[in-house]
């Protein structure tokens, strides 16, 4: 449960991050005007920390023990779109290493990501 939650938490925090800097919008600031013309901020994605996991091989094992890998492939078979996108950036962050790009593969997340982005109806 608490895994499920962090997950969506991240998502949460990143489209605040890419709000804030593409749209310059800041929480409780009353002079924004969504019509002025402004460039974007640069914007990072905050560290994950099944990213930062993945990156060793005791980390991956530490994921598949405590069934993280099994827990995302369920996320990505839900109807709700939140858990859509917490399994898919956190895939996205184990898949940059070499030992999560192995483990990913295994499940076949590319695949399964790939189906829904072309046949899922929310596109965000």
């Known amino acids: 449960?608490?895994?499920?939650?962090?997950?969506l938490?991240?998502?949460?925090?990143?489209?605040?991050?890419l709000l804030?800097?593409?749209?310059?919008y800041k929480r409780g600031d009353p002079t924004f005007r969504s019509n002025e013309l402004r460039f974007p901020e640069y914007c990072f994605a905050p560290v994950h920390l099944y990213g930062e996991m993945s990156q060793?091989?005791?980390g991956i094992d530490r994921l598949q023990d405590e069934g993280v890998f099994t827990e995302l492939d369920n996320m990505l078979?839900?109807?709700?779109?939140?858990?859509?996108?917490?399994?898919?950036?956190?895939?996205?962050h184990i898949g940059a290493s070499c030992y999560g790009f192995a483990k990913i593969s295994?499940?076949?997340?590319?695949?399964?990501?790939?189906n829904l982005s072309n046949s899922h109806e929310n596109l965000s």
Do not use: M, P
Request: hydrophobic residues 40%.
């Open 9 to 17: 938490e991240y998502v949460r925090k990143v489209e605040t991050t």
């Open 77 to 92: 078979k839900s109807s709700d779109i939140l858990d859509i996108k917490a399994a898919a950036w956190a895939i996205g």
């Open 106 to 114: 295994q499940f076949e997340f590319v695949g399964k990501i790939f």
């Open 1 to 7: 449960k608490v895994k499920r939650y962090k997950c």
């Open 56 to 58: 060793f091989d005791t």
């Open 20 to 24: 804030e800097a593409l749209t310059g």
